[in-house]
C-alpha cells in the first residue's frame, strides 16, 4: 500500500524554524517527483514547492521563496521541508504528496498533514 | 502566481449534473495540458479525480469528467450523488516546476 506520513509540525514562534518530514513506503520513492501543499484553517488548498525524482528540478511558490527550502533523501524514502523566518500566515495543515515520475505530472497520493502553528 | 479563480460554491439535486470551473491564464491552464482536479471531505487529505484535464485515475468513478477550452477548465459530476458534497480544486502547471491551485469550490447536493 502507498503510503506518506507526515511529521515534524508544532507550536513555534514567530520568526522560528521548523522542519518538516514525510516518510514514504509502499512505493519506489527514488522514481517521483514530490510536493508539499498547504491549507490554512478553514481555507483552500496552496502550493507551496515540488522536487523531482533526483533533486534537480525545485520549484517553490512565490509566498515561501527564499524562506523554505524543499529537500529528499532517497537511501531514507523521505521528503523534507526546512521553514526558517516563519510567519503567522504560514500556519497551516502542510500535506506532503507524491508527484509522478516527472514534477509536470499530478499528485496522486497525499499523506494526512502535519500542523504547524506559528505564533506572535 | 496567482490563484485559479473557481465558483465558490455550486449546488444540484441528486440525478442531476453540475459543471464547476477554473479559470486561469495563457501561462498556467491555456498553456498546458496538466489541469487536475481533487476532491475533499471535511477533515480528509485531498483524492485526485481528474490528472491531465480529462484522465480518471484507476478506480475513480466515470460520472466525473474534465475538459478544456481555452484557458478555463472544467470538471462536470453527472449523475449527482449525495457522497459527492465536499469542496473541489483544480490545479494546474505553471512552467518552471510550479504549480497553482483554484480556490475552491463547495458542492452542496440539495
Known amino acids: 500500500e502507498v503510503q506518506l506520513v507526515d511529521s515534524g509540525g508544532g507550536l513555534v514562534q514567530l520568526g522560528g524554524s521548523l522542519r518538516l518530514s514525510c516518510a514514504a513506503s509502499?512505493?519506489?520513492?527514488?522514481?517521483?517527483?514530490m510536493h508539499w501543499v498547504r491549507q490554512a484553517p478553514g481555507k483552500g488548498l496552496e502550493w507551496v514547492s515540488g522536487i523531482s525524482w533526483n533533486s534537480h528540478s525545485i520549484g517553490y511558490a512565490d509566498s515561501v521563496k527564499g524562506r523554505f527550502i524543499i529537500s529528499r533523501d532517497n537511501a531514507k524514502n523521505s521528503l523534507y521541508l526546512q521553514m526558517n523566518s516563519l510567519r503567522t500566515e504560514d500556519t497551516a495543515l502542510y500535506y506532503c504528496?507524491?508527484?509522478?515520475?516527472?514534477?509536470?505530472?499530478?499528485?496522486?497520493?497525499w499523506g494526512q498533514g502535519t500542523t504547524v502553528t506559528v505564533s506572535s | 502566481q496567482s490563484a485559479l479563480t473557481q465558483p465558490a460554491s455550486v449546488s444540484g439535486s441528486p440525478g442531476q449534473s453540475i459543471t464547476i470551473s477554473c479559470t486561469g491564464t495563457s501561462g498556467d491552464v491555456g498553456n498546458y495540458d496538466l489541469v487536475s482536479w481533487y476532491q475533499q471531505h471535511p477533515g480528509k487529505a485531498p483524492k485526485l479525480i481528474i490528472y491531465e484535464v480529462s484522465e480518471r485515475p484507476s478506480g475513480i468513478s466515470d460520472h466525473f469528467s474534465g475538459s478544456k477550452s481555452g484557458n478555463t477548465a472544467s470538471l462536470t459530476i453527472s449523475g449527482l450523488q449525495a457522497e459527492d458534497e465536499g469542496d473541489y480544486y483544480c490545479?494546474?502547471?505553471?512552467?518552471?516546476?510550479?504549480?497553482?491551485f483554484g480556490g475552491g469550490t463547495k458542492v452542496t447536493v440539495l
Open positions: 504528496a507524491k508527484g509522478g515520475e516527472l514534477l509536470l505530472h499530478a499528485m496522486d497520493v
Open positions: 490545479c494546474s502547471y505553471a512552467g518552471a516546476s510550479i504549480w497553482v
Open positions: 509502499g512505493f519506489t520513492f527514488e522514481d517521483y517527483a
